[in-house]
């Protein structure tokens, strides 16, 4: 097996939707959702085959209160060939996180 190194491109395509940014009352109008199209050429090169990984991305973003946010996110991939006796993955990868704002950044302390 000949492995090594070689040149890496990562283009990546994608957009989100907010139904109605200040619908308050309901939750569902408020969540962004996001969509995306992503290609990587991996600096791997295996039997002078470059390894590529291709995915589909989905998520969203749930409003927590006015300024915080959980995001959750979906990317659904395959990397690798079966070309030249090698193998190729399919895989799913999920994350969660938490954006967290204050917004009392910015008003004027008053001392006594």
Known sequence: MNAGLGETI???LGGQYVPDYFAFGNLF???TYR???EFQQT???VNQTQ???IGINFGGSIPLNSLSLANVAVKLGMRG????GLIRENYVNVSLGFSLNDNTW?????FD
């Open 10 to 12: 990562h283009i990546g």
């Open 29 to 31: 109008k408020r969540i």
């Open 35 to 37: 969509a995306g199209l």
């Open 43 to 45: 600096p791997f090169v």
């Open 51 to 53: 390894i590529n990984d």
């Open 81 to 84: 060939t079966t070309d030249g």
């Open 106 to 110: 910015f008003f004027k302390r008053e």
